[in-house]
């Protein structure tokens, strides 16, 4: 197993390139399999979860190119080979229940066991079976797994009882090419249903009203292939904001779109972080003023995400004052808290609600990436802690950001990747 060895490293300085969008371009990824033609995507992230994905669609007909040097990737599937995901690549990402919309709008079948992931709670797919059940499709649950199989699909009217991205997708992939009109109530609104809904577009899916909380999809007889760029990754910009605010730092970061982290953007500035968008990108600064405490409350897009939670506690443990954070989405995504109170912090969580003391000195401790952002706020907590801190567990970090370490380093960042 990988560590990180992270030090104490000042102020970061410099200007970091932001890659493109790990929760973008998994679905599109899944959405091409849609076609028999060829696809090509660009801006594609250097991701454990990509490789996975490409394994995936692999394994169920897809014939995949990596272009390195370019960021692409190219997916033709000519023809279905397999309905079934296998177990050995779902269990190591959530994800992969993706695919299952599209082999059912693809084929008339789909088998995919329970999928892995993170543990930062229940994600249930009961909105995806749900959807796919008013589509037409009967669902078989078994001991692991879960079969949908359809003759035709034909259109309905969902609605979500809660706004979920996964089941948002699943069901608008599935219904581009279910015979008569699919309306979803209560949908995501994330920018990554809108980049999805664009790459359908162009495959010639008649999709409206992608993020807003009501989209229709007018049923087409088939979908072909297309060249799409993936948006940037919104949390991984939001990773970086924090970086620059967390070590007082001033960084540039390109390739960014402001209104995808407007939660973000509003929290730092409420405690005193300088943040400016230019035609060359968001510059952010910590370095101005002093930094005080303010409070967050997790809700779905457009609300502040869920995602950048761990990762704005762990900032708020080194500013003046007390911050309260409240998580609404999941209920078991304080597990990075206990690793944060080993280097020092003072964070008091009681149910949903969790109680920052502020300005503490953190010190150097080995610690457990416990989930993707957890892992990333603790090696962030590492860059203000005396000593080194020891971060384990790392293949949780590289799952979800490409070239981590690298663009660390590249802004002062004293880190090392060891195997253990």
Same mark, same amino acid.
């Given at each position: 197993m990988a560590k990180f060895l992270v030090d104490k490293s000042g102020p970061l300085f410099g200007e970091v390139e932001i890659s493109g969008s790990k929760n973008a371009v998994?679905?599109?990824?899944?959405?091409?399999?849609?076609?028999?033609?060829?696809?090509?995507?660009?801006?594609?992230? /250097?991701?454990?979860?990509?490789?996975?994905?490409?394994?995936?669609?692999?394994?169920?007909?897809?014939?995949?190119?990596?272009?390195?040097?370019? +960021?692409?990737? !190219?997916? *033709?599937?000519?023809?279905?080979?397999?309905e079934e995901a296998?177990?050995?690549?779902?269990?190591?990402?959530? /994800?992969?229940?993706?695919?299952?919309?599209?082999? =059912?709008?693809?084929?008339?079948?789909?088998?995919?066991? =329970?999928?892995?992931?993170?543990?930062?709670?229940a994600r249930p797919i009961e909105l995806h079976l749900k959807g796919f059940r008013i589509l037409g499709a009967k669902i078989v649950e078994g001991h692991g797994y879960v079969e949908a199989t359809v003759d035709k699909l034909m259109g309905g009217k969902i609605y979500l009882d809660f706004p979920s991205v996964g089941a948002t997708e699943n069901i608008m992939m599935a219904a581009t090419l279910a015979e008569g009109v699919t309306i979803i109530e209560n949908a995501a609104e994330e920018p990554e249903i809108v980049d999805l809904a664009n790459f359908l577009n162009?495959? #010639?899916?008649?999709?409206?009203?992608?993020?807003?909380?009501?989209?229709?999809?007018?049923?087409?007889?088939d979908l072909h292939g297309t060249k799409h760029a993936v948006i940037p990754d919104?949390?991984?910009? #939001?990773?970086?904001?924090?970086?620059?605010?967390?070590?007082?730092?001033?960084?540039?970061?390109? +390739?960014?779109?402001?209104?995808?982290?407007k939660p973000v953007i509003a929290?730092?500035?409420?405690?005193?972080?300088?943040? *400016?968008?230019?035609?060359?990108?968001?510059?952010?600064?910590?370095?101005?003023?002093?930094?005080?405490?303010?409070?967050?409350?997790?809700?779905?897009?457009? #609300?502040?995400?869920?995602?950048?939670?761990?990762?704005?506690?762990? !900032?708020?443990?080194?500013?003046?004052?007390?911050?309260?954070?409240?998580?609404?989405? !999941? *209920?078991?995504?304080?597990?990075?808290?206990?690793? =944060? +109170?080993?280097? #020092?912090a003072n964070i008091k969580v009681e149910g949903k609600s969790a109680l920052i003391q502020g300005k503490r000195e953190l010190q150097g401790a080995q610690v457990i990436s416990t989930d993707l952002r957890a892992g990333a706020a603790l090696v962030l907590a590492g860059l203000m802690a005396e000593g080194t801190t020891e971060v384990s567990e790392i293949y949780h970090i590289e799952r979800g950001y490409s070239f981590f370490m690298e663009k660390l380093r590249g802004l002062g960042a004293k880190i090392t990747r060891i195997e253990d």
């Open positions: 998994l679905p599109i990824m899944a959405a091409s399999i849609l076609t028999e033609d060829k696809c090509e995507i660009t801006d594609v992230p /250097a991701l454990r979860d990509v490789d996975v994905m490409c394994k995936l669609l692999q394994s169920v007909g897809a014939k995949v190119t990596e272009d390195y040097s370019e +960021n692409s990737i !190219f997916i *033709e599937t000519e023809k279905i080979i397999a296998p177990y050995e690549l779902v269990k190591r990402m959530r /994800a992969s229940i993706l695919v299952m919309g599209p082999l =059912l709008a693809r084929t008339g079948k789909a088998r995919i066991s =329970l999928p892995g992931g993170c543990a930062i709670g162009k495959m #010639g899916a008649k999709i409206k009203g992608a993020g807003t909380d009501t989209i229709k999809i007018e049923g087409v007889q919104r949390i991984e910009t #939001g990773t970086f904001m924090v970086a620059a605010a967390m070590t007082r730092g001033n960084i540039l970061i390109k +390739n960014v779109v402001p209104d995808h982290v929290k730092l500035v409420e405690c005193g972080v300088e943040i *400016e968008d230019g035609d060359d990108g968001m510059r952010v600064r910590g370095d101005l003023r002093p930094l005080i405490a303010t409070d967050i409350k997790t809700m779905p897009y457009p #609300g502040f995400p869920t995602d950048m939670q761990s990762l704005f506690m762990s !900032f708020l443990t080194t500013v003046e004052g007390t911050s309260v954070v409240i998580e609404t989405v !999941f *209920e078991n995504r304080y597990m990075h808290v206990g690793e =944060l +109170n080993r280097m #020092g």
